[in-house]
């Protein structure tokens, strides 16, 4: 069934979503009746879920290898090299067990209200050229996934973490490891923007995805002027008209709308408010990690200081939508940063990121799992290694 046929089918059932930001005095209860928001004063308190639906082989090389892709860069590579159907089937097995059920429960239970879940364009099986090739039939545990958060009272941002033709070279969390981006193109922009109408659509008439409150428009774009201009001046503007439309022709009262995220200017793309006319329902996602920012010395007590005076309010309402423990390339390796002998810095340098990110709109840890042997990247290993409390509110004060 084509996209046109697809949304004609949409259009006749119910609307179940009622999207927004949890900061409008308006609250997520879970099936139990349980507020997650409660506890946070309306702050978002998050995980990303990467790895789930997006493949980053750095992340978890046993899982890649157990797909049957051990040494390709990315879920393109693989899946043209393993073949189609091979591919499906390996990577439903992952689906289904990389996050389960068991996991949403855990989080809930370590006082976390929000996920953010990192999808491909290819989710939408119709946008993809004959040329490109994915593993097939992720929406329904996209839907799972997002009926289990629902039910336990998560919030949830969808994120277009890989765009059409790869927003950025040489990373494997666009789908595709390429030298050279090729999102930047009008027909490209085109296939995104038919993404987010089919995105919406799955969101307000699909009972699973109730939750999702905010569609992220591409995640992390390249840091170039004139590749920037080009996405600010085109593809934002349109993003916006066209999920006000979809929303719109769906007849949702204006107080439901989704929040649109665009990355912060912070990031390096450029203000992503320079060519929008109306601001309405608008949030930015700022992604920080010191790991990379050579502006600051390695040391505990500058990485705890730095976190303690961040002031990340370039655009509002600002969530920092990834971050992590992990430190400089050159230190983590040596016994002052080793994770086992260094649980009290690790733990008040989290402390000290959460108050920082908390002056914002809230954070959102990358990641929930890894298989690294290092919980500076993973929020469950830090929490079993006791470097986050299970409570949040039990943090150390550092600031």
């Not at 996991?103 to 879940?117: A, G, K």
């Not at 939750?211 to 996405?231: D, F, H, T, W, Y």
């Not at 503007?237 to 995220?261: G, M």
């Amino acid at each position: 069934m084509g996209l046109t046929s697809k949304f004609a089918a949409f259009t006749t059932l119910i609307t179940f979503a009622k999207a927004w930001l949890p900061e409008e005095n308006k609250s997520i209860t879970s099936k139990n009746g349980t507020n997650l928001f409660e506890s946070s004063n309306g702050k978002i308190r998050g995980v990303n879920l990467g790895s789930q639906f997006v493949f980053e082989p750095w992340i978890a090389s046993t899982e890649w290898t157990d797909i049957g892709c051990h040494g390709y860069k990315s879920e393109f590579d693989c899946v043209s090299s393993i073949g189609q159907d091979a591919a499906n089937a390996a990577f439903a097995k992952h689906w289904a067990s990389w996050t389960t059920e068991d996991d949403i429960d855990e989080m809930v239970s370590y006082s976390l209200n929000t996920i953010r879940v990192p999808v491909g364009y290819w989710l939408c099986e119709d946008l993809v050229d004959a040329s490109e090739h994915f593993p097939q039939g992720g929406l329904e545990y996209v839907k799972q996934l997002c009926g289990w958060a629902s039910d336990k009272g998560l919030y949830i941002i969808m994120d277009l973490h890989g765009a059409p033709g790869a927003q950025t070279a040489n990373n494997s969390f666009t789908g595709q490891y390429v030298a050279e981006t090729g999102f930047y193109t009008d027909d490209n922009y085109e296939r995104a923007l038919k993404w987010l109408e089919w995105m919406v659509e799955l969101i307000y008439q699909t009972d699973e995805m109730r939750n999702v409150g905010m569609l992220e428009i591409v995640n992390e774009p390249a840091r170039n002027v004139q590749k920037g201009s080009s996405m600010r001046s085109k593809y934002y503007p349109q993003a916006v008209e066209r999920i006000r439309a979809a929303e719109k022709k769906l007849s949702i009262d204006a107080s439901n709308y989704l929040h649109i995220q665009a990355m912060d200017k912070a990031w390096g793309s450029g203000d992503p408010n320079e060519y929008l006319d109306d601001l309405t329902y608008m949030a930015y996602d700022d992604h920080r990690y010191l790991k990379w920012d050579t502006s600051v010395d390695p040391s505990h007590d500058n990485y705890i200081n730095t976190s303690c005076s961040d002031k990340r309010d370039s655009n509002s309402p600002n969530i920092i939508g990834e971050w992590s423990l992990s430190v400089a390339s050159d230190v983590e390796g040596s016994s002052d940063w080793d994770p086992s002998s260094n649980t009290d810095f690790y733990g008040k340098w989290f402390a000290a990121q959460v108050y920082a990110y908390e002056q914002q709109q809230g954070w959102v840890f990358w990641t929930w799992k890894a298989q690294l042997s290092d919980y500076r990247w993973s929020y469950q290993d830090a929490v079993k290694a006791g470097v986050i409390p299970k409570d949040l509110n039990n943090l150390q004060n550092v600031c």
